[in-house]
Structure formats: structure tokens, C-alpha cells
């Protein structure tokens, strides 16, 4: 299995520099809110292990929110360039790649940040500008774009032999179909029309932090227990009553605003999503977050079902990202449907989670013991996220018309297909996929 | 908003425009002006006398009935002040055509507004003003309501007739057999999780000013009392202020021509002539027979709001869950995407495999849970029909004579027009991805238009003869937008407000 990793780079821009490089970042595309794949800047297509990507000027609109808390500064945050993307295999090798393919483009780009100077060495510059998410959610572990590509061109492939042989299907059983779609692939494969690679084998190295990173969190709870029952208490003590008291800054975000956001949302089955705040001041706040999040990336690690985060199975990939010594926070997702059914699908399906993360936003609408109410007031939570919500200049998927589920179904077709004994149920359901 | 108070005062049945209650069934006759403002104190001065009927049952029940509802742009050329104009929702606010939007609805290229005969630029109404009526009384009726304002108040932008097909449709199938039912005495407990599905759906879903599904009240202009506003409600989630939006609510509106010659020969030719087969394929498209009977077989259990009498049982008391493969009823079926009939978990766990569930751990089938709860997404429908009535065997062989326009003038009441007709038509209608299915959008509605990486929308697929399922490719274009408006049906309180409005 190849391992999924992401990286993101952010770098503050030069005074000034913003409208330029958001011109130029918009060069990048044929039209607002459609990408240019082989854009002279970043050439996406090359990368044949990149699965998404985006560049985008992240420009908060809610800086002003902590006057909300009195005597808190409005502090003078840098505007920065964020270029992240989700990958197979290891950071540091995309990284290479990267420079080889895009060095020029990404010159210019960085160009307009902070201290890049045109001897910079790209590589260390871009690695010392890394900033890694706090949390981090892959759909699928382990499925690669390769992986991803072959296995959509195989049930084209098994849709078209029986689009266009439907009589010979006529009369069999699921396990008599099953056999004889297993025979035309073999000799699909046979003559190089079809290849179906195999999984690598896992790196020694990823195994071993995992296994570790899996045991780990658990095994650091259950050290602390004893030790954290009387700070739990009052932690408690402490969060009801901030909840009680922490304002509500939900109200309807500026038209033209929402509407520059829907230009450029909507036109493929996958929509990108960038929302960004200011988290609320104070330490139960900080380690409310913290603690949630490193849950949730732990969970969405070892325990979520592959294809799942909580009920939702249409995001690929997410992320959340502390900025500025943890006063700010961006998160990231690839989602498929609209924004309107992404936001109801959050609020339906795991509201208690989007309320354990995001109430430890400014002007999160109010939550009780953390889990309850908040985005359950449904108007105000969209009207919340819309106005924390950023334009993303940049925008790359690596197999445009395929929804989360899409590449499931097709992971079974595949794993159906490999299988050498199936039940009568089993060949019905494998059958039913097709 | 804030929470619901603690008293829940009953519902003022004559504030409420009829539509919202009644679907006027036995006035079989029906025309729809859309209008201009011409003058707005003539306007003013005509609503101000309309006899605008309201939802008490009465005895016996009217013979005639007339109902009005305005767009944005309706409101301010009445002078309604932007104060209060402006808090109505977004999608009120920037109609039906707005660009974004309409890529959201399917309205692109043979369905943009551009095309459209109404509601787009110049021809967009200010007002919808219904009348029912027996056939043969509508034109007097129309007369006598019209009176002698009208000509001075309003330019006509369309008149919309309707005809009357006997509760079918024009490709003949039963229509309007499925509705929510409204929970008028807010008696159903919204904020337990709905383990069954459920057909009774709270007031504040069709009704501004009530609790919605969230327990919540849907956003609307709420204004602080003077003497102008005094007959106002005031809001119940905030008592200080008076609520122009209560007993009112949203109402779209869409003219949605259908290719009746289109549809049979489609479906005639895939069936290779074959009238038996042709109608099995129909009604696999519609996910109903052509007499409204369900493809999957009713259940014992009763449902919660679907009526006792053997009708409703036959016709209603089922939901797709005995169906998990489709086998009977295709899941790009238009009725299954219309009203998928789930609840809030899949599987209908309690207790701890409730929890389970709720973690991301529960049934782990492709398709399991892939639908948002439908509660939250329904609508009240109100359409007619409209174009000269064929019989069954014409439809099997339209002649080019008979070949007229016809279609539904699509019409739905909701209190949230984003979360409620437009993630319906979205998410589920025209979504190519609809549950876990691909290239395909739904048979009779979908727009067939490719989308970037995935160039076909125009397939089906159903259970065939064998283990294998069936793909229908090539399904045409069978409905065309026409037209379409989102408007705001205000309560009788309300309408005589905007009636009075002093302009500025």
C-alpha cells in the first residue's frame, strides 16, 4: 500500500504584492473557476501522484471578530499564499518533482512572498515554509491516482462489454457473469488493453509510525487519566461557561461576496472548500481544539471505516491548519455535491463533530456541552461558514468527473474481480455494482 | 432564530392563504396572470378589495377562489420598504434566473432563462395571481375579480391557462399522490431523531413564522410595531417584534413543457414496439404505474401522516428500504429521487447501535446512508396541468395534429427554498451521482447535459430479466423550463400591510 501524504506551503506576501499574484494565480485559468490543467505556471497533469491541489491568497475577512472579546487586540497578521495539495508517497519526493517540472512557475509565484529572492534554493525555501495540519482525512488510504485511473478504466471497460454483448449476459447467473467478466479482463490485460497494477508493498518506515502513532494517543490517555481527573472538572466548569457567554457573530454574509464565492462553485460533480477564522482567545478554547482535533486525526487514522468520515462518504480529502501560533485556523476539503448539500450533510449527519472543532471559532452559533445545539440552528451555522468561507484562485482534481463514492464502487468492481470465490450473494452484489 | 417559545399558540387558519392548506381539487378550472405593476397605488387600491381566500374550512366549500403571491422585485415596486424586503431569503432575493443558481437547477442551455418566456429580465412578474373556479364560471370569475382597477393597475406579462387531465399528468401518469402532511398542531417532537420515516412534517417547513424540522424559525423580516403595522402577528421566537413573514411562505413556480410524442416513441422504440413493455419501462422511469400504484409493495406497519384509508395504504404506506438493491423499483426512479423515504439513520438503529451509527460505524453497503434525511427536504406541491388532454392509446401514437404544447405548471410551497425545492432539485432530481449512480439523471426531469469529466447524464438503470441490470442510454430531453419565479406568499395580514404601504 502506498500511503497517502499532504503538504502545504504558506508564505506570507510581500506588502503590496496581493493583487498581482492574485492576477497571476488567476492566469492559471481558462476561466474563473476552471482550471487550465497545462498552464504553463504548474503543469498539473505531470504529476501522476498528485490527487488535488490548490492555490489560493488567504485573506480573512473576520480578523475583526476578536473585538467581539474587549480588551483583545486586533492583532496585524501577515496575508499569506497557501499552495497545498494531497498526495501518494512522501512529501519530500513530490517536492522534487515539483521543482524539475514547475520550477520556473513556482519562482514567479513565490516571487511575491516574503524574502524569496531569485537565488533562493526552491526545495529548503519551500520546506521551511511547510506548515502541517493539525488533522488530516484521507478517504481511502492506500489508493493512489494510478490505482484510481486503472480502476475507472476497467469499469468503463466492464460497462462497455456488456452494453454491447447484453444477449450472451442474457440467461446467466450472477457467479456465471462474474467468471466470464473475470476471463475478458484477463484477456483484456493479456493483449495491453487494460492494466491493473499491483498495491506496493507498505514502506517498513510508515508501518512503524503508524503502529506507533496508533497506540500512542491511547496509551497517553490512559497515563494521564489519573492525574487529570481534577483539571477535567474544572475544565468542564470553565466551557460551560464560556459557552454561555461566547458572542454569536452569525449573520447574512454580503451578497456580492456570496455570489463571487457560487461563480465558482458548482461546475464539476466535486466542489473545493476553504474556511478560515479566528479561533476564540483563552487556554479551555486552545485545548479544546487541540484535543478534538488530534482525536479526530487519530480516529480518521486507525478507526473511521475507509470511505467514511463519521456518516459522510462524499469528502476526499480534508484538513485543518493552525496559523499564526494557533490564533487562526484554515480548513480545507474536496467534496462532492453542492455546498448547500455538503452543509447539510455536516449538520444531519455529524453536527456534534462540526460543533466539537468549530464552536472554538469565533461566533460559532452557541453549543451546550459542546456537542449540542450550535449547527443545529441551521440558519446561522450556514450563515457562519459563508462568511468564513475564502475564493480559491487554484483549483486541481486529478480525475474531474469522479465522486467519492464513483471510485469506491469501482475499488469493489476491482476487489470483486480479484476474488476467486465468491457467494451466490456476494456475485449478486459484486454483479448489482456494474 | 432563537428557540421556540414556550406557548404555542394555535394557527390562525384565516390568515392563511388556502393554498397552503388546500390544493382546491374541485375547481377543476385554473388561470394564472403574471403581472406587472403598472401603478402602484392602483395596485395597492386592487389588492386592497381582492377577495383573497383564506384556509378555513368552510361549508359549503368555496366555488371559487383567488390567491396572490409577489417576487422581489413585486414587493419593492409596491413600495414595500428595502428594510423589510431585504430580510426575505437570498434566493427570494435574487430569483429563480440568477446565474449561479440556475446552473444549481439544470436551467442551462435549452432550460436557461434566456430562453425562457417568462421570468427572465424584462418579463419577470411582479405578481401571481391564481384563480380557481368551476370551468364554466372561470372567465367570470376572472372578470368580476379583475373589476375596474385591474387594466390601470397591472400589465399583463402572461396568462397561463391550465387544463383539466383528472389528476394525470400529460405522459399520464397519476400526479399529486404523494404529499407531506403539515403537523398544523406542532404535536410531532422535531428534535428526537426520526428513527422511521415520517410523512408528517412540521409547519414551520411550508408556513414562516412556525419551528421548522431544526426545531428553529426560518429566517424572515421581523420589524419593530408602529402604527402602520399594528394588524401584524408578532413574531413568537421574538415578541417585541412584529413578523411580516408569519403565515406566509415561499411559493416556485415553474412552466415545465413536456415532450409527450418524445417520451412514448423513447420509450416504444427501447421496448421494440412492444406496448406491454413500453408501459413497464415508462413506469420504471416514474417509479409508479400509470394508475399511481408504487413499484414496491406497501408495508404493513402504518406511517406516520400517510392516511389510514385503503388508498393512502396502497398508494403511500411503503418506503424503498425492502428494496435495498432496487430490484423493483430503480433508484434513479423519479419518485425515488423525489421522496427517497428515509429517516435520520440508516437502518433504523435505537440504543447503542444508534451511538454505533451515529460514529460512522453502522451499515457498511454501497449504498447505505448516502441520502440526506428527507424531512428536511420537502415540498407541498400545487401545479396543473396544462395542453389539450390525450387518451392513453393517442399518447402510443401521437399524430403530428395532436402533437400541441403541454407540460405542468410546476408549483411548490416552502419555507426554505434553498435547503427545501432547490437541494431537491439539485442534489437528488438533477444529480447525475444520485445515490451512488453514474451518468444518469432523472428520467423524466433531467437536463442531459454533460457535465466537465462526465460527459453522459443520459442513462438509466433498472433490474432486468437476469442477474444483470439493464442500461437505457440515450434518454432525450423529455421537459423543457419553460418559465419560473420564486415568489412570497404573504399571509392575509401581511398582503393587507404591503396593500397599504405608503410609498417613500
Known sequence: ????????????????????????????????????????????????????????????????????????????????????????????????????????????????????????????????????????????????????????????????????????????????IHARLQEFIQKEKAEHRLKVSDARPTPVWWRIKNALHMIGLPLLALLLLPILILPALIYIICLRRLEKTDPELCWRVDQKYSDMLASREDHYVTNQFTAMGSLKPGLVRLLTITGVLTTVNWAARHITPRGHLGRIRTIHFARWVFLDGKKRMVFFSNYDGTVESYMDDFINKTGFGLNAVFSNGIGYPRTNWLVLDGCQDEQKYKDFLRRHTLPTQVWYKAYLGLTAIDLERNTRIRQGLESTSMSDQEAREWVALL | ?????????????????????????????????????????????????????????????????????????????????????????????????????????????????????????????????????KPAQLSDFIASSKGKTWAEAFDEVRWLSTADLDGVEPFGFTDGISQPEIDWNRERDVTRPQIEYTNRIALGEFLLGYPNEYNKYTNRPLIDPDPLNRELLHAEDAPEKKDVGRNGTYLVMRQLQQDV???????????????????????????????????????????????????????????????????????????????????????????????????????????????????????????????????????????????????????????????????????WIANSKFSGLTGESDPLLGNRESIPGCPVTDGFTMAGDSALRRRVSGLPQFVTVRGGAYFFLPSLRALRYFAATKSA
Not at chain 1, 497571476?24 to 503543469?43: F, G, T
Not at chain 2, 395596485?43 to 366555488?63: M, R, Y
Not at chain 2, 428594510?83 to 434566493?91: H, P, R
Not at chain 2, 442551462?108 to 395571481?129: Q, R, V
Request: charged content about 20%; aromatic content about 10%.
Open chain 1, 1 to 176: 500500500m502506498t500511503p497517502q501524504a499532504n503538504f502545504m506551503i504558506l508564505a506570507p506576501i510581500r506588502q503590496g504584492g496581493e493583487e498581482e499574484l492574485c492576477q497571476l494565480l488567476e492566469s492559471m485559468n481558462d476561466r474563473p473557476e476552471q482550471l487550465n490543467v497545462n498552464n504553463p505556471l504548474i503543469p498539473f497533469t505531470q504529476f501522476d501522484t498528485l490527487h488535488f491541489a490548490r492555490l489560493l491568497i488567504l485573506k480573512d475577512n473576520s480578523v475583526n471578530d476578536v473585538r467581539a472579546y474587549g480588551g483583545v487586540p486586533v492583532p496585524n497578521y501577515p496575508l499569506y499564499l497557501a499552495f497545498l495539495g494531497d498526495i501518494d508517497g512522501d512529501a519530500d519526493r513530490f517536492f522534487d518533482e515539483l521543482v524539475r517540472r514547475a520550477g520556473d512557475g513556482l519562482r514567479k509565484i513565490f516571487s511575491f512572498c516574503d524574502g524569496f529572492e531569485p537565488t533562493t534554493e526552491l526545495v529548503r525555501w519551500m520546506k521551511a515554509h511547510s506548515a502541517p495540519p493539525i488533522a488530516a482525512y484521507v478517504n481511502w488510504r492506500g489508493r493512489t491516482v494510478l490505482q484510481i485511473q486503472e480502476e475507472a478504466a476497467l469499469q468503463e471497460a466492464l460497462q462497455k462489454h456488456l452494453q454491447n454483448n447484453a444477449a450472451d449476459f442474457g440467461n446467466l447467473s450472477a457467479r456465471q
Open chain 2, 1 to 133: 432564530m432563537g428557540c421556540p417559545s414556550m406557548t404555542k399558540t394555535e394557527i390562525d387558519y384565516s390568515d392563511v392563504q388556502g393554498l397552503v392548506r388546500f390544493g382546491y381539487g374541485k375547481l377543476r378550472g385554473a388561470s394564472y396572470a403574471l403581472v406587472r405593476v403598472r401603478n402602484q397605488t392602483a395596485a395597492q387600491s386592487w389588492l386592497c378589495h381582492a377577495k383573497v381566500n383564506d384556509a378555513t374550512i368552510q361549508s359549503p366549500p368555496p366555488s371559487t377562489a383567488l390567491q396572490v403571491a409577489f417576487t422581489a422585485d413585486g414587493l419593492a415596486a409596491l413600495g414595500v420598504p428595502p428594510a423589510i424586503v431585504d430580510n426575505f431569503s437570498t434566493e427570494f432575493l435574487t430569483g429563480m434566473a440568477e446565474p449561479n443558481r440556475a446552473r444549481r437547477l439544470g436551467d442551462i442551455e435549452s432550460n436557461a432563462a434566456s430562453k425562457w418566456d417568462w421570468g427572465y429580465a424584462n418579463n419577470t412578474p411582479h405578481l401571481l395571481i391564481i384563480f380557481f373556479a
Open chain 2, 261 to 427: 410524442g418524445g417520451f412514448w416513441d423513447f420509450v416504444k422504440e427501447q421496448s421494440g414496439g412492444d406496448e406491454g413493455r413500453a408501459e413497464k419501462l415508462a413506469a420504471a422511469f416514474v417509479g409508479r404505474t400509470r394508475q399511481g400504484s408504487p413499484l414496491v409493495r406497501s408495508q404493513e406497519k402504518s406511517i406516520e401522516g400517510v392516511g389510514s384509508d385503503p388508498d393512502d395504504i396502497c398508494l403511500n404506506q411503503f418506503t424503498f428500504a425492502k428494496d435495498p438493491a432496487g430490484a423493483l423499483c430503480p433508484f434513479g426512479a423519479h419518485v425515488h429521487r423525489a421522496n427517497p423515504r428515509n429517516a435520520d439513520y440508516p437502518g433504523r438503529p435505537t440504543g447503542l447501535d444508534k451511538l454505533i451509527t451515529m460514529l460512522g460505524f453502522g451499515p457498511r453497503g454501497f449504498r447505505d446512508d448516502l441520502m440526506s434525511p428527507v424531512r428536511f427536504h420537502r415540498i407541498l406541491r400545487r401545479g396543473r396541468e396544462y395542453g389539450p388532454e390525450l387518451l392513453p392509446f393517442e399518447m402510443h401514437d401521437l399524430k403530428p395534429a395532436q402533437d400541441s404544447e403541454r407540460g405542468l405548471h410546476f408549483i411548490c410551497i416552502n419555507a426554505n427554498i434553498s435547503r427545501q425545492f432547490e437541494f431537491l432539485q439539485n442534489a
